[in-house]
């Protein structure tokens, strides 16, 4: 345990805090230079990066693909958060909350943004008409799985991921107080599946697309290093199930690399412009060309 804290009256920011991320955090809004963001040839011109939140997209916009969706075409240009893009005026324009992933969509009048990976989800999905049940009362179960994600994710990024991972020194309260709230969430997901084939029940929605980048990243250990035999993944054997259903996917396969800016070689698709950018731009593919 680090010594007692006591908190001044008035907090104010400390630009050497913050850790891993203190280049990036501040406690104000706005943008912090003029950058002007790139578009495409596609109505669809996504602004990411390929972190959890940043696949949920790309992978419902690969599945809209498969299932024969051709508007649904896209651009996906990187937003490398480490360096502040998403500080630039053009990317503040598109999200004034500065996160990442945001959307543009030019082929409606005038275009529309949109932002927050949730609304981005529902967006298409309507748009589209897939991937949302109709019916109400699977709607309403997608919908209400989709806001669990989003609600509960933050305490396994931001939360665990952060003391586990990130944080510049470990801390035993923070670790047990978020590893605790995980391994619950991780319990409601298992006793989900256990009863359904999909999170919200017998069919892909994007309530699956939402929670696997987060939780099946984690089951698959794929997300920090050492979490997964931490946490025990492999208990939640209907979690692992699901994980790895969803991670045999053709589309998810394609989506989950793109923006991807680590990991592996082969698993990095920087910018996605056109479907064989799979084949031909992958990073191991442009570094080996030179």
């Given amino acids: 345990m680090t010594d007692s804290y ?28 003029d950058k002007a963001l790139p578009v495409g040839k596609h109505p669809l011109q996504l602004y990411s990066l390929g972190t959890p939140n940043g696949q949920k997209v790309t992978i419902m916009l690969e599945e809209l693909l498969a299932a024969g969706h051709h508007g649904a075409e896209y651009d996906a240009w990187l937003i490398n958060i480490g360096e502040g893009d998403q500080f630039g005026s053009g990317f503040v324009s598109v999200n004034p909350n500065s996160k990442i992933p945001a959307l543009m969509d030019h082929s409606v009048s005038p275009p529309q943004r949109v932002f927050e990976s949730g609304a981005i989800l529902v967006y ?26 989003i609600g509960s994710a933050p305490l396994l990024g931001g939360g665990f991921g952060h003391f586990f991972a990130y944080a510049p020194e470990k801390i035993e309260y923070a670790i047990n107080r978020y590893t605790m709230e995980v391994k619950r969430q991780f319990d409601v997901l298992d006793r989900q599946l256990g009863e359904n084939e999909y999170v919200a029940g017998d069919e892909f929605t994007i309530a699956d697309i939402a929670i696997w980048p987060w939780y099946g ?26 994980a790895k259903q ?44 030179g």
């Fill in 246 to 289: 969803v991670d045999a996917r053709p589309a998810v396969k394609r989506g989950r690399i793109v923006n991807r800016a680590n990991g592996p070689l082969e698993e990095q698709l920087h910018e996605r412009h056109d479907a064989s950018d799979f084949d031909t731009k992958t990073q191991d593919k442009v570094e080996a060309a």
């Fill in 6 to 33: 006591t908190p001044p009256r008035v907090w104010t920011w400390d630009k050497d805090n913050g850790g891993a991320f203190a280049n990036i955090n501040r406690p104000v809004a706005g943008a912090t230079h």
């Fill in 217 to 242: 990243g984690v089951a698959l250990d794929r997300t920090y290093v050492g979490a997964g035999e931490f946490l025990d993944v492999q208990s939640y054997a209907n979690v692992q199930r699901w």
């Fill in 124 to 149: 298409l999905a309507e748009k589209f008409g897939a991937f949302l049940p109709t019916e109400p009362a699977k709607r309403t179960a997608t919908l209400s799985w989709l806001f669990w994600q």
